[in-house]
């Protein structure tokens, strides 16, 4: 059915019952009454391993399979929920479950032959009773038997109405008045000889068809109680799968290793279909989830725990995916994911409480962080107007964890490192200022360089991974207004007012003091306006000369051992050289990292679900059996234009508008070409169509599947007594009359064609707009596909697709007709084609997005630093990170998938962090020689880049244990990115800095542009120049800034 799509919004809008599908566009309810159960609904699919061997169908095991699925299927209540199999209604038996067991457990009992019979009979066709089915092997065996089935099938259909006219006709003796509705497999034999009589067929392809034709049947009904020979009928099954025939019954079982030479299969799967409406309703929109939660309720009850009990029993593994569980599932596991966001803040916390020693601050800090998302977002939507807002940007929260207390560091650092100097700290105006004065200029251009990288990803043509970059920049940038305004606003307060109090209301103090450790119990000092308090200010100007501070151990690790090995121009120079050397494998192992080879896994390769996903989508061939994708081809319409469309700016629901072709014409030329393309597929006859589109399992003919809506049109005006194809001039008095007319639908119910044709008709002008075929392709459904499993079967469409609008090829398109183009459904990821291009973009976004986050780094370091060597180093430094980052994802054997390419893209964010604060100490150090600087800036940074490196692993390390392998590779990469940076960060680039860094000595060549600027341009410096423009010193703290 094609509607103007103002029309649809119309009848949604109008509408009291509305149907919403996930990724699907609203549409009314549908007001029609269908017999109970003969609507699709929940699924469950299942997936068996052989645990022990390869071999999954053995007599034991076969039966266990056996007692698992009757536990389903023979259940009291399974018939008040099945689908069924007529959808009539006429017939309320169960459909047969898709299953092996069908193949095993064939219901032979109305023939005189089994499996192990119908064996025999085809290995005697060839003369020679060896075992070996050389009759499948014959010449030309395929045509022949598909000759034979549509004569049999026309004439079986014959017999049938013929059965309506009590057996008056032609076929009349083959009727049995014994049985009026069954074809017993005499009258089949009967039917059989009398289709093949006017037919010039091989007696090889009539003696095949003939032995297994009983067995075809079997398909058909219910499953018997004997087991058949396991042998044979794997030998048997092996055989047909190589015949386009009989393939389709036996394909879907069986591995892709399974063969006429490897008859056995260590995997297998199958299908239970459950129906709507449940009885009492009308159809499956009305009441819908109602029906649904009645149905899951019963499934809950009655399967789940013993499906999960059965899922590593023994020497089979029983899997499944049941659809009424999924929401439940995914909510348990998506709710378990989302909890471990608390958990990873905690722990956040902690370190931020642990590197302070103080909950008020860390209080504030994980406050400040949390703060930075509503803010950020406050901008992002409200002020600039960007619409869209990706799923992607929850992940921001774990980057601004770690990046957020990066600054909190800083900030605190250079307040803690104030105390050790007590000219700063002559009041508390003077120490805020050169604290302040440090600290924000150094967020400052970390902040800035980190919101230029995540920027850059906006070149992307991918909205989620703009939106991401775009949004991860508003959250670094609120984070920096938060921690240079609020949080020093909380430090003014910790420091007036609980800086010198207790943690606890009983403690002990005095350890590394001059009076001796004393424990008791300071209660009532807790409460700021309670007893009065020291100031660490007033602490630093009371100590005395010889009272020097002690660091932290973090701190004396640092600017200690750490410093002297690395400071050192010997101890420089080995760790540059074993970095060098490093880098050699990295970017051999970097190089090596391959596009995406397989479906995507979203959960652990262990878990359940994705384990039965990962064998159903790797470990079969593609088969007529499969849910598989649908696929169109269409003519009229030209392209989309997209000009004015700005998904960021105004969400998803942003669409371009459609171009008509204004060649398509339905003339007779036109009408005659699209049924001859539809009527290629039902054959099956293009050159590797078995590659990419499916045959229709429920024809017997074994026809390709198609819903052709010429085949409506042809019927109907042939019917009407008109020719077809039809003379345009006519189309548009008779296309209305077609539209008014009426059909019996598989449901038995009159439906109006213009309800249910793919043809689009334009009543007012009279034209036809669009024609639409629907054909099903060889991708199946409820899974995701890689994409060069896509691109293969996009190749294999669009060379059939140019060759049917070409006008020399096999079928030639009039120019009426002859810009058809193809589309192709999907399923989690949307639609295949579509999602096979978001494949490659977001590899080349991944190359790109690292690529210029990178040089935009470099180019803001310049500016911020001035010193082009510096820059040079930390340009160096980032792609060396870059290059490691990459390789350790080789390593763990991740391929360019989504995730790891929007990693990639956004890993230039993150690297910069620690490499940039590093670069701003040295640069803004006052010392003469670069061993000098180097330890100034070891001093005042080190301990701060090594807290937020600690800080980073702690957010994401929770990460790893998540189920969302999103989640999962998220935490992976930012652990390794962060741990890598600091190596990089602290090693190569600190020791490329001691060894060829700017100082005093460097030729003014080498240190542009500084050396050419203004030096006005620069501001201060070092604390000097704060204390030189503070107050003259007193021995009063500022009374100001200390009041509440």
Same mark, same amino acid.
């Given at each position: 059915?094609?509607?103007?799509?103002?029309?649809?919004?119309?009848?949604?809008?109008?509408?009291?019952?509305?149907?919403?599908?996930?990724?699907?566009?609203?549409?009314?309810?549908?007001?029609?009454?269908?017999?109970?159960?003969?609507?699709?609904?929940?699924?469950?699919?299942?997936?068996?391993?052989?645990?022990?061997?390869?071999?999954?169908?053995?007599?034991?095991?076969?039966?266990?399979?056996?007692?698992?699925?009757?536990?389903? *299927?023979?259940?009291?209540?399974?018939?008040?929920?099945?689908?069924?199999?007529?959808?009539?209604?006429?017939?309320?038996?169960?459909?047969?479950?898709?299953?092996?067991?069908?193949?095993?457990?064939?219901?032979?009992?109305?023939?005189?032959?089994?499996?192990?019979?119908?064996?025999?009979?085809?290995?005697?066709?060839?003369?020679?009773?060896?075992?070996?089915?050389?009759?499948?092997?014959?010449?030309?065996?395929?045509?022949?038997?598909?000759?034979?089935?549509?004569?049999?099938?026309?004439?079986?259909?014959?017999?049938?109405?013929?059965?309506?006219?009590?057996?008056?006709?032609?076929?009349?003796?083959?009727?049995?008045?014994?049985?009026?509705?069954?074809?017993?497999?005499?009258?089949?034999?009967?039917?059989?000889?009398?289709?093949?009589?006017?037919?010039?067929?091989?007696?090889?392809?009539?003696?095949?068809?003939?032995?297994?034709?009983?067995?075809?049947?079997?398909?058909?009904?219910?499953?018997?109680?004997?087991?058949?020979?396991?042998?044979?009928?794997?030998?048997?099954?092996?055989?047909?799968?190589?015949?386009?025939?009989?393939?389709?019954?036996?394909?879907?079982?069986?591995?892709?290793?399974?063969?006429?030479?490897?008859?056995?299969?260590?995997?297998?799967?199958?299908?239970?279909?459950?129906?709507?409406?449940?009885?009492?309703?009308?159809?499956?929109?009305?009441?819908?989830?109602?029906?649904?939660?009645?149905?899951?309720?019963?499934?809950?009850?009655?399967?789940?725990?013993?499906?999960?009990?059965?899922?590593?029993?023994?020497?089979?593994?029983?899997?499944?995916?049941?659809?009424?569980?999924?929401?439940? %599932?995914?909510?348990?596991?998506?709710?378990?994911?989302?909890?471990?966001?608390?958990?990873?803040?905690?722990?956040?916390?902690?370190?931020?409480?642990?590197?302070?020693?103080?909950?008020?601050?860390?209080?504030?800090?994980?406050?400040?962080?949390?703060?930075?998302?509503?803010?950020?977002?406050?901008?992002?939507?409200?002020?600039?107007?960007?619409?869209?807002?990706?799923?992607?940007?929850?992940?921001?929260?774990?980057?601004?964890?770690?990046?957020?207390?990066?600054?909190?560091?800083?900030?605190?650092?250079? /307040?803690?490192?104030?105390?050790? #100097?007590?000219?700063?700290?002559?009041?508390?105006?003077?120490? #805020?200022?050169?604290?302040?004065?440090?600290?924000?200029?150094?967020?400052?251009?970390?902040?800035?360089?980190?919101?230029?990288?995540?920027?850059?990803?906006?070149?992307?043509?991918?909205?989620?991974?703009?939106?991401?970059?775009?949004?991860?920049?508003?959250?670094?940038?609120?984070?920096?207004?938060?921690?240079?305004?609020?949080?020093?606003?909380?430090?003014?307060?910790?420091?007036?007012?609980?800086?010198?109090?207790?943690?606890?209301?009983?403690?002990?103090?005095?350890?590394?003091?001059?009076?001796p450790c004393v424990c008791a119990c300071r209660a009532h000092e807790l409460w700021p306006c309670g007893a009065p308090m020291t100031t660490s200010s007033e602490k630093v100007r009371l100590r005395g000369p010889e009272e020097e501070p002690k660091k932290?151990?973090?701190?004396?690790?640092?600017?200690?051992?750490?410093?002297?090995?690395?400071?050192?121009?010997?101890?420089?120079?080995?760790?540059?050289?074993?970095?060098?050397?490093?880098?050699?494998?990295?970017?051999?192992?970097?190089?090596?990292?391959?596009?995406?080879?397989?479906?995507?896994?979203?959960?652990?390769?262990?878990?359940?679900?994705?384990?039965?996903?990962?064998?159903?989508?790797?470990?079969?061939?593609?088969?007529?059996?499969?849910?598989?994708?649908?696929?169109?081809?269409?003519?009229?319409?030209?392209?989309?234009?997209?000009?004015?469309?700005?998904?960021?700016?105004?969400?998803?629901?942003?669409?371009?508008?459609? #171009?008509?072709?204004?060649?398509?014409?339905?003339? %007779?030329?036109?009408?005659?070409?699209?049924?001859?393309?539809?009527?290629?597929?039902?054959?099956?006859?293009?050159?590797?169509?078995?590659?990419?589109?499916?045959?229709?399992?429920?024809?017997?003919?074994?026809?390709?599947?198609?819903?052709?809506?010429?085949?409506?049109?042809?019927?109907?005006?042939?019917?009407?007594?008109?020719?077809?194809?039809?003379?345009?001039?006519?189309?548009?008095?008779?296309?209305?009359?077609?539209?008014?007319?009426?059909?019996?639908?598989?449901?038995?119910?009159?439906?109006?064609?213009?309800? *249910?044709?793919?043809?689009?008709?334009?009543?007012?002008?009279?034209?036809?707009?669009?024609?639409?075929? %629907?054909?099903?392709?060889?991708?199946?459904?409820?899974?995701?596909?890689?994409?060069?499993?896509?691109?293969?079967?996009?190749?294999?469409?669009?060379?059939?697709?140019?060759?049917?609008?070409?006008?020399?090829?096999?079928?030639?398109?009039?120019?009426?007709?002859?810009?058809?183009?193809?589309?192709?459904?999907?399923?989690?990821?949307?639609?295949?084609?579509?999602?096979?291009?978001?494949?490659?973009?977001?590899?080349?976004?991944?190359?790109?997005?690292?690529?210029?986050?990178?040089?935009?780094?470099?180019?803001?370091?310049?500016?911020?630093?001035?010193?082009?060597?510096?820059?040079?180093?930390?340009?160096?430094?980032?792609?060396?990170?870059?290059?490691?980052?990459?390789?350790?994802?080789?390593?763990?054997?991740?391929?360019?998938?989504?995730?790891?390419?929007?990693?990639?893209?956004?890993?230039?964010?993150?690297? *910069?962090?620690?490499?940039?604060?590093?670069?701003?100490?040295?640069?803004?150090?006052?010392?003469?020689?670069?061993?000098?600087?180097?330890?100034?800036?070891?001093? *005042?940074?080190?301990?701060?880049?090594?807290?937020?490196?600690?800080?980073?692993?702690?957010?994401?390390?929770?990460?790893?244990?998540?189920?969302?392998?999103?989640?999962?590779?998220?935490?992976?990469?930012?652990?390794?990115?962060?741990?890598?940076?600091?190596?990089?960060?602290?090693?190569?680039?600190?020791?490329?800095?001691?060894?060829?860094?700017?100082?005093?000595?460097?030729?003014?060549?080498?240190?542009?542009?500084?050396?050419?600027?203004?030096?006005?341009?620069?501001?201060?410096?070092?604390?000097?120049? /704060?204390?030189?423009?503070?107050?003259?010193?007193?021995?009063?703290?500022?009374?100001?800034?200390?009041?509440?």
């Open positions: 059915m094609i509607k103007n799509l103002a029309e649809d919004e119309r009848e949604v809008k109008d509408s009291d019952c509305v149907v919403e599908s996930w990724g699907l566009e609203p549409r009314p309810c549908d007001d029609k009454v269908y017999p109970p159960l003969t609507q699709s609904g929940d699924l469950v699919l299942t997936a068996m391993i052989s645990n022990s061997d390869n071999n999954l169908f053995t007599e034991a095991k076969l039966k266990k399979l056996r007692k698992i699925e009757d536990y389903i *299927v023979e259940h009291k209540e399974y018939k008040d929920y099945c689908m069924r199999g007529d959808k009539t209604g006429q017939d309320t038996s169960c459909a047969q479950p898709v299953s092996p067991l069908g193949l095993f457990y064939a219901n032979l009992s109305w023939s005189s032959d089994g499996i192990g019979e119908i064996f025999d009979k085809v290995d005697k066709i060839d003369g020679a009773a060896d075992g070996v089915l050389k009759a499948f092997q014959s010449t030309g065996l395929d045509k022949e038997l598909a000759r034979i089935q549509g004569s049999y099938g026309a004439m079986t259909a014959s017999y049938r109405r013929d059965r309506a006219m009590n057996c008056t006709t032609d076929v009349s003796k083959c009727c049995d008045s014994k049985d009026s509705s069954f074809i017993s497999p005499k009258i089949a034999l009967c039917l059989l000889d009398n289709s093949a009589n006017d037919l010039t067929i091989s007696p090889t392809a009539k003696s095949v068809f003939r032995a297994m034709l009983p067995l075809v049947f079997a398909f058909q009904m219910p499953r018997g109680d004997k087991l058949q020979h396991v042998d044979k009928t794997l030998k048997l099954a092996a055989n047909m799968k190589t015949v386009g025939l009989y393939a389709p019954y036996v394909d879907f079982y069986f591995d892709k290793s399974f063969s006429v030479d490897n008859p056995v299969s260590k995997y297998s799967r199958g299908t239970i279909r459950f129906g709507m409406p449940l009885p009492g309703y009308n159809n499956s929109d009305i009441k819908r989830k109602e029906q649904q939660d009645k149905f899951r309720k019963w499934f809950r009850e009655q399967f789940n725990d013993y499906l999960k009990a059965t899922q590593g029993d023994g020497d089979v593994e029983f899997l499944f995916f049941a659809t009424p569980l999924i929401q439940d %599932e995914f909510i348990s596991i998506l709710l378990a994911d989302m909890t471990k966001v608390f958990v990873s803040l905690a722990l956040v916390f902690l370190w931020i409480w642990l590197q302070t020693n103080s909950s008020i601050i860390a209080i504030a800090g994980i406050t400040e962080i949390i703060l930075s998302i509503p803010l950020a977002f406050f901008f992002y939507y409200t002020i600039f107007g960007f619409k869209y807002f990706d799923g992607l940007n929850a992940m921001t929260i774990f980057i601004v964890a770690a990046i957020g207390a990066d600054d909190i560091f800083v900030f605190m650092d250079q /307040y803690k490192a104030s105390s050790y #100097m007590p000219e700063v700290c002559v009041d508390l105006k003077t120490r #805020m200022n050169w604290v302040y004065g440090r600290a924000s200029w150094a967020m400052f251009i970390t902040s800035a360089t980190t919101c230029a990288a995540f920027v850059c990803t906006a070149s992307s043509p991918l909205p989620a991974i703009q939106s991401f970059g775009i949004f991860s920049a508003f959250v670094i940038a609120a984070d920096y207004v938060l921690v240079i305004t609020w949080f020093p606003a909380i430090v003014v307060l910790y420091h007036n007012h609980w800086e010198g109090r207790p943690c606890f209301p009983c403690c002990c103090w005095g350890v590394g003091e001059k009076t932290r151990m973090l701190e004396r690790l640092l600017s200690g051992p750490f410093a002297n090995a690395i400071g050192s121009w010997r101890g420089a120079l080995i760790t540059v050289v074993v970095f060098a050397v490093l880098l050699v494998p990295s970017a051999i192992l970097s190089s090596q990292i391959q596009p995406l080879s397989r479906s995507e896994e979203a959960l652990p390769a262990n878990h359940p679900f994705q384990k039965l996903w990962t064998v159903s989508g790797e470990e079969f061939p593609g088969s007529a059996q499969n849910r598989n994708t649908p696929a169109h081809l269409v003519w009229g319409i030209d392209l989309i234009n997209n000009d004015g469309v700005d998904i960021l700016r105004q969400g998803s629901t942003s669409k371009g508008k459609m #171009m008509m072709d204004t060649t398509f014409k339905f003339d %007779e030329a036109a009408q005659q070409h699209i049924w001859k393309v539809c009527e290629e597929v039902r054959a099956m006859s293009a050159p590797k169509m078995e590659l990419f589109l499916s045959r229709d399992p429920d024809s017997p003919e074994g026809y390709g599947a198609v819903e052709c809506p010429l085949d409506d049109w042809k019927n109907w005006l042939e019917g009407s007594g008109k020719t077809f194809p039809l003379p345009l001039a006519q189309v548009a008095s008779e296309m209305k009359k077609f539209m008014n007319s009426t059909k019996l639908n598989e449901y038995r119910q009159l439906v109006k064609l213009k309800d *249910v044709t793919t043809i689009g008709f334009d009543e007012k002008t009279g034209e036809v707009q669009v024609v639409m075929v %629907e054909l099903t392709s060889q991708l199946q459904s409820r899974a995701s596909h890689s994409g060069d499993k896509l691109k293969k079967h996009y190749d294999l469409f669009q060379e059939w697709l140019e060759e049917i609008n070409s006008a020399t090829g096999r079928l030639p398109a009039p120019p009426t007709a002859n810009k058809a183009f193809q589309t192709c459904e999907g399923d989690f990821n949307g639609p295949n084609w579509i999602w096979m291009h978001t494949q490659g973009l977001f590899q080349q976004s991944a190359i790109s997005g690292a690529c210029i986050g990178t040089v935009l780094a470099f180019i803001v370091i310049l500016i911020a630093t001035q010193q082009i060597i510096i820059a040079l180093l930390s340009f160096v430094s980032i792609a060396c990170i870059l290059a490691t980052v990459i390789a350790m994802m080789k390593i763990a054997n991740y391929e360019l998938g989504s995730t790891t390419s929007i990693c990639i893209t956004i890993l230039a964010g993150f690297a *910069v962090d620690y490499v940039v604060h590093l670069a701003h100490a040295y640069n803004h150090s006052l010392k003469v020689t670069r061993q000098e600087k180097f330890q100034e800036a070891i001093d *005042v940074i080190g301990v701060s880049v090594l807290s937020g490196m600690v800080t980073s692993v702690l957010a994401a390390m929770v990460l790893l244990t998540c189920n969302l392998q999103f989640f999962a590779k998220f935490g992976f990469f930012m652990i390794f990115t962060v741990i890598w940076a600091w190596l990089w960060g602290n090693c190569f680039f600190m020791a490329m800095l001691r060894l060829v860094g700017p100082d005093t000595n460097t030729h003014w060549v080498l240190q542009l542009p500084y050396s050419i600027l203004p030096k006005k341009w620069f501001g201060p410096k070092d604390h000097a120049n /704060y204390v030189e423009n503070a107050s003259e010193p007193n021995n009063e703290p500022n009374k100001e800034l200390q009041k509440e």
